[in-house]
């Protein structure tokens, strides 16, 4: 398996009853299998880009051609079974086990039980949970870390061509976040799929990322990688959210100098 | 108790009744009850006219709704059963709305991002998320059921209510006690069961 491109052509999307567009005149290709970062601050568009994809979010203007195909070419519950998606909240469903919550898009396929069955389990190998352990425990018998992964485990069950992450991570402490980032490329790079992974943590970005989208207000803001971004900041919008913490760099220049 | 057990088969066959009549309303108002109260969960403004009106019926008194009933469809079990069912409706009604409402809108966004269809989230996803506080409302209305059917008696129903209503009548202060006695017993176990089965579907 491996990843779909991606192409957004002036694409704007206003929710119902809203009295300007949540994102507006969004121009961006992206490559097959590349990870990309949508990054800024709360209401910026983040969210609503990436949910334009698999047409959570209403596309008001423009297309989405995914391998060259117009996304409203097929019908929207189609779609979005061939797109992983994962969540902050985990969005894990309480009243199902770990393995029927990861089975859940093999089963609306309708894959065979015995093939399901097995999916499942090296789901749970790749994102490093014991199966004979995990396999028939409650999402509330889970830790946050734990939960997080049965959560890409679900999003990645059907083999997707594209990933969809919304701040997967939010809520975690820093440590468990580090770890989980790290695997998180490996696995991506395992199966493939094409990633777009909303963050609003500068820091997440830049580790995760091949390329990032700085978004502001709705519209993009810079395109570039890490690397391009640090170096040339295009606004001074992006110069100040990727700033280094200026209050956290005289702390450790003052720590260094005692 | 002394006139349970001089008369047990007349209490039984009383008691097989009262049961009959309560089971099938209960069937009958919760197979209404569930596609209204998933219209109501799902309308945005809460659907203020639905629940009124329905609570407006709960409110009535249940002898005067008995009585304009009885106009209407004659006397026998009809009356009672149409009281009945919609008695129930605002409890089953109002808890189905709010099972429903209580999942966390990112429960039911997950479900549609994963390419659920409306229909797969609700019976997959929603309605099983949201049957313990469903099923609590069907505790609460059967045990209301069973007290409200004692008054069928009165309209030629049958059920418990005729030995509270001949007790009555003939001073036979036994008699009142054993369908007082019988009625509430049924309430208790009803609860009892319904609660084990809450217990069973929440774990």
Known sequence: MSGASLRFEAVSARYPGADRDAISGIDLEIAAGEFVTLVGPSGCGKTTLLRTVNRLAPLTGGRILIDGSDSMAIDAVELRRTIGYAIQATGLFAHMSVARNIGVVPSLLRWSKAEIDERVDAMLELVRLDPVRYRDRRPRELSGGEAQRVGVARALAAGPRILLMDEPFGALDAIVRRTLQSELLEIVRTVGSTTLFVTHDVNESLHLADRIVVLHAGSIEQVGTPIEILRNPRTSFVEQLFAPDEAIAELRNEAAHR | ?203
């Not at chain 2, 209580?102 to 609700?122: E, F, K, N, V, Y």
């Open chain 2, 1 to 203: 108790m002394s006139y349970i057990l001089a008369h047990p088969e007349r209490v039984a066959a009383l008691l097989a009744a009262h049961v009959a009549i309560v089971a099938s309303a209960l069937l009958l108002a919760i197979a209404i009850a569930l596609p209204l109260g998933i219209r109501a969960a799902r309308a945005k403004n809460g659907a203020p006219l639905l629940l009124g009106t329905l609570s407006a019926i709960y409110t009535i008194p249940s002898l005067a709704l008995l009585a304009i009933l009885v106009q209407l469809v004659g006397l026998g079990t009809l009356p009672i059963f149409i009281a009945l069912v919609a008695y129930a409706q605002f409890m089953l009604v109002r808890n189905v709305v709010a099972g429903l409402r209580s999942i966390d809108p990112a429960i039911t966004d997950a479900a549609a991002g994963l390419g659920m269809s409306a229909r797969q989230s609700l019976l997959r996803v929603e309605l099983p998320l949201a049957l313990p506080v469903i099923l609590a409302g069907v505790r609460v209305a059967a045990v209301a059921m069973i007290a409200l059917a004692t008054l069928g008696a009165y309209v030629g129903a049958g059920g418990l209510g005729t030995l509270i209503f001949t007790g009555l009548a003939l001073h036979h202060t036994d008699e009142i006690v054993a369908g007082a006695l019988a009625s509430a017993a049924l309430a208790i176990g009803v609860d009892v069961l319904l609660r084990g089965v809450e217990r069973l579907v929440s774990s």
